[in-house]
């Protein structure tokens, strides 16, 4: 039951599904999500490590930046049930649709400073 609780409370925040809304977009770094969300650096590494536990995202290396992208091969029964769901919600949300734009827009060529 752990397991099912943690997955749920990973759903249970806004900013985290708006995240996994963006990552359906393309993989996006911290820098990004940042940027969009518009909140401080830790709280969407924080965001990101909820959602990597429950293996909602992953992460990997990729040049200067650790890059998120969504989960779609994932180990758990429930991210494999959630994500398509997750993926269908909220297609006419107005903030949705908003980050949606925002991450075809941006590059993190521009925003991102090592």
């Not at 989960?71 to 980050?99: C, F, H, M, Q």
């Not at 941006?106 to 925003?111: I, T």
Request: proline share 2%; hydrophobic share 40%.
């Amino acid at each position: 039951m752990r397991d099912v609780v943690k997955v749920f409370k990973a759903l249970s925040d806004s900013n985290r599904v708006r995240i996994l809304k963006m990552l359906e977009v393309r993989p996006l770094c911290v820098c990004e999500i940042t940027r969009i969300l518009n909140l401080a650096t830790s709280t969407v590494s924080k965001h990101l490590s909820i959602l990597r536990d429950v293996d909602f995202i992953l992460d990997h290396k990729e040049g200067k930046w650790v890059t998120y992208s969504l989960n779609r091969e994932g180990t758990s029964i429930y991210v494999e049930k959630l994500l398509p769901l997750v993926s269908e919600w909220l297609a006419d949300e107005k903030t949705v649709l908003e980050d949606q734009q925002k991450i075809r827009d941006f590059s993190k060529d521009n925003l991102c400073e090592i």
